[in-house]
């Protein structure tokens, strides 16, 4: 009776779900079971001294279960991936902005590392299923990453410029190179964020031709246009030194709104301490 309680025990262990074909197969092999597994019972079981070989079955089921988590890990990647959706937030009613970058990043950093650790498991080793689909997921969780990386760096300094050359006619008179350089941006912008409001998935950003390149070549391109800013700005403080009381998002007001005096007021108490506001 104590060994059929004993049995019932081990029996209900084997019943996990961890255990696949794979595994089954190698306790058909310990226990010395040469018949097809659909025909197999738990009086085959029984026949071939399953109580005598708890060991091998305990080992077989730790395998199984390690298995089992990196395979639940993997279905959690790609249940999140597949259908995470990017925040869109309207900006200016001229277009829609990502935000929630931190949460982005956050979470791929924390399955990139995941995906890393789980390639020193022996059991990500022992199957190829595992290496296939998990160097998929790093593949394109690797890519997606240094998109972002980008895509908010060039975001941050869309929104920037947009604010300075589009948002005064002055600057456009003063900066014309840099502004027809930036209206070139902005449409090239402008259309990638239309596109990824179409279909606002993560995943969908992957189906972008060369679009590493493409955002790369864009923050060039405004790096250049901010380095041009910068010379235009220590120009203006070179040819009046109280300039140099402003930050250059002030001076910046000040140049781009020179005819219109009553948004100029406000500065001028930084640059003539002794005049009062």
Avoid: C
Wanted: no cysteine.
């Amino acid at each position: 009776v104590k060994g059929y309680i004993g049995g019932h025990a081990l029996l209900t262990e084997l019943k996990t779900e961890a255990l696949k074909e794979r595994h089954w197969k190698t306790i058909l092999q310990r226990l010395g079971i040469r018949i097809p597994f659909p025909d197999l019972s738990v009086g085959v079981l029984w026949d071939h001294n399953l109580l005598s070989r708890k060991k091998d079955m305990h080992e077989v089921m730790t395998v199984a279960q390690g298995e089992m988590a990196l395979e639940v890990f993997l279905g959690q990647i790609r249940e999140r991936w597949t259908k995470q959706e990017l925040e869109l937030v309207l900006f200016q009613n001229r277009t829609r902005l990502i935000r929630g970058w931190d949460d982005l990043f956050a979470t791929l950093d924390e399955h990139i590392g995941g995906l890393a650790l789980m390639k020193s498991s022996p059991y990500y080793r022992s199957v190829r299923e595992f290496q296939e689909e998990g160097k998929l997921w790093e593949d394109r969780l690797t890519k997606l990453r240094a998109a972002f990386d980008s895509w908010v760096d060039v975001q941050r300094r869309w929104v920037y410029l947009e604010g300075i050359l589009f948002g005064s006619s002055d600057i456009k008179a003063q900066l014309p190179t840099e502004w027809s350089r930036f209206k070139s941006v902005d449409s090239e912008f402008i259309a990638l964020m239309r596109r990824i409001a179409g279909k606002p998935y993560a995943m969908e950003v992957l189906n972008i031709d060369n679009l590493q390149r493409t955002l790369e070549r864009l923050g060039n391109l405004m790096g250049v246009i901010q380095r041009a800013l910068g010379e235009y700005l220590a120009k203006q403080r070179t040819d009046f030194s109280r300039f140099f009381f402003l930050g250059d998002d002030d001076l910046l007001e000040i140049m781009g709104n020179s005819g219109e005096p009553g948004k100029v007021l406000p500065h001028v108490g930084k640059m003539f301490a002794g005049i009062a506001a």
